[in-house]
């Protein structure tokens, strides 16, 4: 296994613009799971796709927020009119049924 | 709903000395998973353990112990003869299985040489 591979691995915008990251999971692996992560906390659970179903999705996923697995592989995760509150680490996960999660390196947004 | 709480924001022990990171956990559901991640420096988390609320047997990997008890709902994790290599953030959760995990505030973890 190659490992959870996210991009751009730092973004930095304006507030108001669009932002895309992009995440490939592990091969084989059906199941992929995008978080977010500010300073000091743990990482907070957004958003799940099982093959290209996207099967739940958190209340912190405001409407801003939309995320796409239109093949069932690589996923994407887009943030419109980025706010202030919008600066974190986006950090994406993949397993296979019933197994661990594992996690990428993340994307770090930063608003300026 | 699951609630995973870290009482230790932050623990400095000098290398070699033992030391355990606390987590205690709520959830309704009769079957969940509980697990901890390791966070160091350098950001990537790494997956450290996992195991179904059914199987409360302790387990040692190395110098890494997971002590699981249902009846406290507490899923301590102890490292023996701490390392500086084992300085990082430590994170505890719970999850359903399927759904996506509950992570608590994290630990950080400094080992002084």
């Known amino acids: 296994d190659t490992g959870v591979s996210q991009n751009p691995r730092h973004k930095i915008t304006k507030r108001g613009q669009n932002v895309t990251f992009r995440c490939d999971p592990i091969?084989?692996?059906?199941?992929l799971y995008w978080y977010r992560q500010t300073l000091g906390q743990g990482p907070e659970f957004l958003t799940y796709f099982q093959n290209e179903a996207q099967l739940e999705k958190s209340r912190l996923l405001s409407d801003r927020f939309s995320a796409e697995r239109p093949k069932g592989s690589f996923s994407t995760l887009e943030i419109q009119r980025t706010e202030q509150g919008d600066s974190a680490m986006y950090l994406c996960?993949?397993?296979?049924?019933?197994?661990?999660?594992?996690f990428g390196d993340g994307t770090r947004l930063s608003i300026l | 709903a699951q609630k995973v709480t870290q009482a230790q924001t932050e623990i400095s022990v000098v290398e070699k000395e033992d030391v355990t990171l606390d987590c205690v956990y709520e959830t309704r559901d009769t079957t969940y998973y509980l697990f901890w991640y390791k966070q160091p420096p350098s950001g990537e988390l790494v997956f450290l353990i996992r195991r179904n609320s059914f199987d409360e047997q302790n387990e040692i990997s190395g110098r890494y112990s997971w002590n699981f008890q249902k009846s406290t709902s507490s899923f301590n994790f102890t490292i023996t003869a701490s390392q500086v290599v084992d300085s990082a953030v430590y994170f505890c959760g719970s999850g359903g299985g399927a759904d996506g995990l509950t992570f608590g505030k994290g630990t950080h973890l400094i080992i002084q040489p």
């Open positions: 996960a993949s397993s296979r049924l019933n197994q661990p999660q594992h």
């Open positions: 091969s084989e692996h059906n199941r």
